[in-house]
């Protein structure tokens, strides 16, 4: 398998060869993904099903569901069939579509996660000017604009990856076909328009982010301002969870992008990889849920309990 084009198929690196520790992880990344998609299931169909929750930040919830949806769905089941037929094997194709709609998803999770904290700003900081600037037609275009824009980027770091020339064998140290690690089995003199690639997309989430932080200063300053008590906590219950979530999004995957792999060791890299691609599914319906009585109350209708 020197090239590309005699290469059939990735060799994932699995959690452990013993037998008992693969049913256990096979088991254990069950339970993670039917959280997930309970969870994301339960938000989607709340907002959903809910006119009361008819407004941009849920409709803009609803859609981070789906992509949440989508972005577990990509690496973990296939991960768990590996672990539970005792085999490490992922062909060509299936690396291919992995990359492409894991870079899809994580584009437009950030995108949405982008577009939620400016609506947490017109709605604090211009309250008068939000039904105007948040109008349903501007939130429809957001929302295509952040699937879109997930597409398009897939398709040409995608394409960027895969026109490399791999000739470092076919092992991937990792539990899905992540870019970083693919790298490592492309040729010394054919990689590094990739790397500066995900250098500059690194540079360009990360502006995002301070941006991101920028905003949520003004937020905080407005929010201090605010007379009764209930309000400001009713405006931080809003937009901390929110922080939380971008801030632990963000932070594990330019480490997981932008760390040296040569020097990382396995170990380090298979719990980032879990960090950023398994986690956030995870959690984002239980911190958007935990603090929100308007998600409480419908989830309580949803499901008739009182």
């Avoid at 969870?39 to 809910?50: K, Q, S």
């Avoid at 905003?215 to 906590?233: A, C, D, N, T």
Wanted: hydrophobic residues 50%; proline residues 3%.
């Amino acid at each position: 398998m020197s090239n590309r084009t005699t290469m059939t198929e990735f060799l994932l690196l699995g959690f452990s060869d013993v037998r008992e520790l693969q049913i256990l992880h096979f088991v254990g990344f069950l339970v993670m993904y039917l959280a997930a998609l309970v969870g994301n299931l339960l938000i989607f169909m709340a907002i959903a099903f809910d006119h009361h929750l008819h407004i941009p930040m849920y409709f803009f919830l609803m859609n981070l569901s789906i992509v949440d949806l989508g972005f577990i769905s990509v690496t973990v089941p296939k991960s768990m069939a590996n672990s539970l037929m005792n085999t490490r094997s992922i062909s060509y194709a299936g690396c291919i579509a992995q990359v492409f709609f894991l870079l899809s998803f994580v584009t437009a999770d950030f995108s949405l996660l982008i577009i939620m904290a400016y609506d947490r700003y017109v709605a604090i900081c211009q309250p008068l000017h939000y039904d105007t600037m948040m109008n349903r037609r501007a939130c429809v275009q957001m929302a295509t604009g952040a699937w879109i824009s997930g597409i398009l980027y897939s398709v040409l770091h995608t394409g960027n990856t895969f026109a490399l020339t791999f000739c470092g064998g076919n092992m991937v140290d990792q539990f899905f076909c992540e870019i970083p690690q693919l790298l490592k089995l492309a040729c010394s003199d054919s990689y590094l328009g990739e790397v500066g690639v995900i250098a500059f997309s690194a540079c360009l989430v990360l502006g995002c982010f301070v941006f991101m932080i920028v905003s949520y200063v003004q937020i905080f300053k407005s929010v201090l301002r605010i007379p009764s008590e209930q309000g400001r906590h009713k405006a931080f219950s809003t937009c901390l969870p929110h922080l939380t979530v971008v801030s632990l999004f963000v932070c594990t995957c330019i480490f997981a992008y932008m760390k040296h792999t040569s020097s990382s060791t396995c170990a380090l890299d298979l719990v980032v990889a879990v960090l950023y691609s398994v986690l956030p599914p995870i959690v984002n319906p239980i911190i958007y849920s935990m603090r929100n009585k308007e998600i409480k109350a419908a989830l309580k209708r949803l499901t008739g309990c009182r």
